[in-house]
């Protein structure tokens, strides 16, 4: 059950209406890695765990802040719409090749589809996806996919930083940013607590007698020159402590040349008579 509050978590007034940074909010809002990626992801993770446990809690928790920073960030977008100078922005922008390459447009279904308002898409458009969303049922593989969700996502409220002066949406990216760090520390805690449980392979419930364990530690290398050798996965013991790294240069083929049945005449492939 979800309950909901009138305030927002932080605040999220800018200093002025900004349509064109409007857009390009909506990427960590409706992009990949935005918000609402994570928060459904969170939440449906913790649904299908079925562990009843500090980990649920831990994934309730945290996709239940993130449906406050949905919250914030199309808030924030709406008061960048509000009565926004379109017009000049524009002519701004279009008088500036450069200037025009680097900020874009408004979205102009900010205007036609959602009267001023926040949208479920990314920020050239896109719809968001549920497909963005990692759920699996394991959680050590989950909680990895969680770490990588919110280093992009920082990685774009930083850069999103770096392309306002305005100070009101500055302070709202400042807090988001501080709390994907602790998102970032948080799914590095739990996942090097997992692995100290579970060793760092998933899954670590397969048999490694079912693996084909000639290759299971032998780095391939497949481009030109030998420089991926001088990386720790090229030699050295292996992070799950099984065997050591071996490296092996551009190996010839393990596997003959694929030759295929004909298809059955009904699909009207080419024929086999055809040379």
Known sequence: MFFHMKELQYEAKPDKPDPIFAARLQEILGGQFGE??????????????RRHDKYRD??????????????????????????????????????????????GGMNPQHAIVS????????????????????????????????????????????????QTTDRGVRDMLSFLIARDRMHQNQWLAAIQELEAQEGVI????FPTTKEK??????????????ESS????????????LANFQYLSMPGAWGGKPILSPAPPALHDTPPSVK
């Open 230 to 241: 001088k990386g720790n996965w090229a030699s050295g013991p292996a992070p799950d402590g």
């Open 213 to 226: 364990s000639e290759v299971s530690h032998t780095f391939i290398a497949l481009s030109e020159g030998e």
């Open 202 to 205: 998933v899954p670590s419930t």
């Open 36 to 49: 609402i990626s994570v928060a459904v992801q969170y939440l449906f993770q913790g649904w299908g765990t």
């Open 115 to 162: 009267g001023l308002g926040a949208l479920p898409v990314n920020s050239v458009g896109v719809p968001w996806t549920g497909g963005y969303v990692i759920a699996s049922g394991n959680l050590l593989a989950d909680f990895r996919a969680n770490l990588n969700a919110e280093t992009q996502g920082r990685l774009q409220a930083v850069r999103l930083y770096e």
């Open 58 to 103: 831990l994934l309730m928790d945290t996709g239940t802040e993130e449906l406050a920073h949905i919250e914030m960030l199309a808030t924030m977008i709406a008061r960048l719409l509000d009565n926004a100078p379109v017009k000049a922005q524009e002519e701004a922008a279009q008088n500036n090749p450069v200037m025009a390459a680097i900020m």
